[in-house]
T-cell receptor, first 116, second 112 residues
Framework: DAGVIQSPRHEVTEMGQEVTLRCKPI?????LFWYRQTMMRGLELLIY????????DSGMPEDRFSAKMPNASFSTLKIQPSEPRDSAVYFC??????????????FGPGTRLTVL | GDSVTQMEGPVTLSEEAFLTINCTYT??????LFWYVQYPGEGLQLLLK?????DKGSNKGFEATYRKETTSFHLEKGSVQVSDSAVYFC???????????FGQGTRLTINP
């Protein structure tokens, strides 16, 4: 398997612009997670889905952030409008509830977002 | 709520030194415990895990034992290599939940 795929790998945008980050989880996985990593706050869970349904979005910082999972093989995290404090590395991860690797989250390479 | 506390970094060692990175946790019930590693420019990778008290997880020469009495899961390696330089995260998964709670990470640098 190709692993978790994220795009773009790097994104530079100006304050106020809309940003869309994309994730393709590992085929067959039923959980998908979005994380944000910054020097100040470390690794934070933003939202996670089970079978395409959002389960816990308590980590989403504010209404400017939204996430969708229209099908089992694709998810987006959108920031509108973006602000400089949103600059971070955003990771997507997926996992499978049952099976020999249960509990293990597989992370994508991340998207480094810079908002000027 | 559940939480994980790791030793403050950064940690700098010489090659072949003994490594310990401390991790303690607070959780209700019986969580599963994990160590993830993040190499520069990459996402996190599972290093090892333990799902019940007294279990020992091991991988690539690293070990950690689930100690319920001290609520700890310290990471150890007998002889580190330059290639072990990375950021190490301790994490737990509370019973019944799928989400992980991560510690703040410990940056490890190994000098030749």
């Amino acid at each position: 398997d190709a692993g978790v795929i994220q795009s773009p790998r790097h994104e530079v945008t100006e304050m106020g612009q809309e940003v869309t980050l994309r994730c393709k989880p590992i085929s067959g996985h039923d959980y998908l997670f979005w994380y944000r990593q910054t020097m100040m706050r470390g690794l934070e869970l933003l939202i996670y889905f089970n079978n395409n349904v959002p389960i816990d979005d308590s980590g989403m910082p504010e209404d400017r952030f939204s996430a969708k999972m229209p099908n089992a093989s694709f998810s987006t995290l959108k920031i509108q409008p973006s602000e400089p404090r949103d600059s971070a590395v955003y990771f997507c991860a997926s996992s499978l509830r049952d099976g020999p690797s249960t509990d293990t989250q597989y992370f994508g390479p991340g998207t480094r977002l810079t908002v000027l | 709520g559940d939480s994980v506390t790791q030793m403050e970094g950064p940690v700098t060692l010489s090659e072949e030194a003994f490594l310990t990175i401390n991790c303690t946790y607070t959780a209700t019930g019986y969580p599963s415990l994990f160590w993830y590693v993040q190499y520069p420019g990459e996402g996190l990778q599972l290093l090892l895990k333990a799902t019940k008290a007294d279990d020992k997880g091991s991988n690539k020469g690293f070990e950690a034992t689930y100690r319920k009495e001290t609520t700890s899961f310290h990471l150890e390696k007998g002889s580190v290599q330059v290639s072990d330089s990375a950021v190490y995260f301790c994490a737990l998964r509370g019973g019944g939940a799928q989400k992980l709670v991560f510690g703040q990470g410990t940056r490890l640098t190994i000098n030749p």
